[in-house]
Nanobody
Framework: QVQLVESGGGLVQAGGSLRLSCAAS????????MAWFRQAPGKEREFVAA????????DYADSVKGRFTISRDNANNTVSLQMTSLKPEDTARYYC????????????????WGQGTQVTVSS
């Protein structure tokens, strides 16, 4: 069992930056693939970024590639999402997810989820 708690969301102007963090507790964090998803009102949850448990590989949605960076600190059981050049269309609730399998873009494949943190980008 893994518990995930996101933080770092807020209101930012377009072009600004935010750093989201996800703190994990429970079973050995380092063995889990981690990912960030987001969901805007009236829309389906969508993949944002993922990182393997070894930190050797990452994956990004085309919409955020070059602007967002996912990283993890296995010693401190955290995963972060550095977001730059934010756009109004990035506005959503951002969720951290974890699973012992290899990372994937499919939200249904992640066993553990946080409660999310709201990101609002004003134009």
């Amino acid at each position: 069992q893994v518990q995930l708690v996101e933080s770092g969301g807020g209101l930012v102007q377009a072009g600004g930056s935010l750093r989201l963090s996800c703190a994990a507790s429970g079973r050995t964090f380092s063995l889990y693939a981690m990912a960030w998803f987001r969901q805007a009102p009236g829309k389906e949850r969508e993949f944002v970024a993922a990182i393997s448990w070894r930190r050797s590989s990452t994956d990004y949605a085309d919409s955020v590639k070059g602007r967002f960076t996912i990283s993890r600190d296995n010693a401190n059981n955290t995963v972060s999402l550095q977001m730059t050049s934010l756009k109004p269309e990035d506005t959503a609730r951002y969720y951290c997810a974890a699973d012992t399998n290899s990372y994937t873009r499919r939200p249904g494949m992640y066993a553990y989820w946080g409660q999310g943190t709201q990101v609002t980008v004003s134009s």
